[in-house]
Each structure stands twice: as C-alpha cells, then as structure tokens.
Nanobody, 120 residues
Framework: QVQLVESGGGLVQAGGSLRLNCAAS????????MTWYRQAPGKQRELVAT???????DYSDSVKGRFTISRDNAKNTVYLQMNSLKPEDTAVYYC??????????????WGQGTQVTVSS
C-alpha cells in the first residue's frame, strides 16, 4: 500500500506564488510518472503537469511558463511551483503517482487533494 500526503495549498492573491508538495510512502519499488491534476467546481479534473522518471516534463497550455513541476527521487516527493497565479487557477489540486512493481506492472495512487484559492 502507498500513501500520498499533499501540502502547500492555501489562499493567495492574483500574481502570487504557492508551492505544492506531495510525498509518497509505503511499499514503493519504483516510481514512474508523478503528475498534478486539478479540479475546479463544476469542471472535470484536468492534467496540470507531469514529470517522468527520467525527468522529462509536460504541462497544460494554461500553466505553461508559470508552473514548474519537479521531483526528489530520494524523498519520493513531487513539487509544483506555481507562480503568477490567476483566479482561474482556483481548484483542488491532486497528485497522482504511478508506482512500478516490475515486469511492466504499475498502480496509480492519488493524494487527498489540497485547495488552492486565488483571489482577484
């Protein structure tokens, strides 16, 4: 079993910054992709950013140039640095971690979510 603990959400004014953290613990053989999603009220969950085990990253167009995803493999932790925040970034942010168990077998785990609110 794997547990994910998120932290770092909160209330910030437009133009401000926040950093989200997501630490994985438990029965971890290896971690493949680590991804941040978000879900705003009344909207579908959307991918924000992902970082693969080799370090390559992808971002949604809406956050490209403002958000940076990074990971610390020694700590099994993924970060999301969010700068130049906009009211439309307001959402619950979830981390997702793909844990590999060898021979191509992989399971996804989700964090509990952390609220980010950006005031105008």
């Amino acid at each position: 079993q794997v547990q994910l603990v998120e932290s770092g959400g909160g209330l910030v004014q437009a133009g401000g910054s926040l950093r989200l953290n997501c630490a994985a613990s438990g029965s971890i053989f290896s971690i493949n992709a680590m991804t941040w999603y978000r879900q705003a009220p009344g909207k579908q969950r959307e991918l924000v950013a992902t970082i693969r085990s080799g370090g390559s990253t992808d971002y949604s167009d809406s956050v490209k140039g403002r958000f940076t995803i990074s990971r610390d493999n020694a700590k099994n932790t993924v970060y999301l640095q969010m700068n130049s925040l906009k009211p439309e970034d307001t959402a619950v942010y979830y981390c997702n971690v793909a844990v590999g168990y060898g021979k191509g077998y992989e399971l996804d785990y989700w964090g509990q979510g952390t609220q980010v609110t950006v005031s105008s």
